[in-house]
């Protein structure tokens, strides 16, 4: 399983930064909280993230009660948390498991080793290693964290009694746990202030890498502007000597063209000798031309008549035919009315005579 996603809790921003740009340079995508009352909010309305990179020192709620109250909720209590230190000792390492730390990085962190430790984070998770919680009420011994005395009872009060186990408030006692008070105090103030210049340092950083690049913008858009106008100078004048040089070089062949034409402008024997037998030849196959069209049209001028001839016979016989035919029913007609008339005399002549 891929380790995509880290909630970076610290409250100097300096270190905030840091880390993020490391874990961002994984492609990780990192939520940040600047308190551990912050983070344990944003746990409560956010999706769990796969790691938790929690500063051991913060002012209110320190990473190491973040950390318990982290585990001892059911929701979170499986999110790995990776405690971040500028001390990390055998002892405090110990300590860290006993209560669900996953690991130590040492600050300031190394991106190789906060490569290597993600490695081992997402086989872990894959595998279902992660370390559990053994104690979460166990102690972490550690040098900055405030000594607790015991609670005086009323049988403090009174010499022999109570328990004989309870420790008498020396003088070299109360000046050790006034030692260890005062380092506490200023340790922890020193952190605010160095958190303080961090934060300054840091904003007055920003500020004036903001101004530097602004400045470097300005002189870099100043640059290429020169260079734009530099370079259209240099383009302009390169047109117009090439314009100049393409001028030249038509003005002197138009010139070379205008002698060769005026050298030419006649006809020589040679040429003469050329539309010559241009012309002969051309004559040639005009004579040869009409000689075959003469042939051609002589040709069709027989056939045509001929066919006309042909034309002309067959009507005639045609003709001659139907005169013929019409002749003999005129004939036939006659001799018919001949023995009609015949046969009427005849019958009429019978008739008077048997009348």
């Known amino acids: 399983m891929a380790i995509k996603n880290a909630l970076l ?4 921003k300096v270190a905030r930064f840091a880390l993020s740009k490391i874990l961002e340079s994984r492609n990780m995508d990192v939520n940040m909280a600047s308190s551990a ?15 938790i990179f929690m500063d051991h020192l913060m002012p209110g709620m320190s990473g190491v009660e973040a950390a318990k109250a982290i585990k001892s909720n059911p929701d979170t209590a499986g999110i790995p948390i990776i405690m971040c230190t500028s001390k990390k000792s055998s002892s405090f390492t110990d300590e860290a498991k006993n209560f669900g730390i996953y690991s130590i990085l040492t600050k300031p962190p190394q991106s190789e080793g906060l490569t290597i430790m993600l490695e081992q984070l997402a086989t872990d998770v894959e595998r279902g290693t992660l370390p559990m919680p ?44 006034s ?29 004036a890498l903001e101004d530097t690049e602004k400045k470097q913008d300005a002189r870099i858009e100043e640059h290429l502007k020169t260079l734009t106008e530099l370079v259209d100078e240099r383009t302009r004048n390169l047109r117009d000597e090439v314009a100049a040089e ?40 005009d004579t040869e031309f009409w000689q075959t069209l003469q042939s051609e049209a002589v040709q069709q001028a027989h056939e045509i008549s001929r066919e006309t001839a042909e034309d002309i016979a067959q009507r005639t016989i045609d003709l001659y035919v139907a005169q013929q035919k019409a002749a003999n029913s005129r004939i036939y007609t006659l001799g018919l009315a001949v023995s009609l008339g015949i046969f009427s005399v005849g019958i009429a002549w019978l008739s008077g005579l048997f009348g």
């Open 9 to 12: 809790v610290d409250d100097s």
């Open 37 to 51: 009352e912050e983070a344990l909010e944003f746990l409560s309305k956010n999706p769990a993230p796969d790691v």
């Open 134 to 177: 053994e104690s979460l009420s166990a102690p972490v011994a550690d040098e900055d964290d405030a000594i607790t005395l015991p609670t005086p009872s009323a049988a403090d009060s009174v010499p022999g009694a109570g328990d004989s186990s309870a420790v008498p408030l020396t003088a070299d006692l109360i000046e050790q746990i």
């Open 179 to 207: 030692r260890s008070a005062v380092k506490t105090h200023i340790n922890n103030r020193l952190h605010e202030l160095l958190n303080d210049l961090f934060d300054e340092q840091y904003v007055h950083l920003k500020r």
């Open 246 to 285: 393409i001028n030249m070089n038509l003005s002197r062949e138009l010139a070379i063209s205008r002698k060769e034409m005026a050298k030419n402008s006649g006809f020589t024997s040679d040429h003469m000798a050329e539309l010559k037998d241009h012309i002969t030849s051309v004559q040639t196959i």
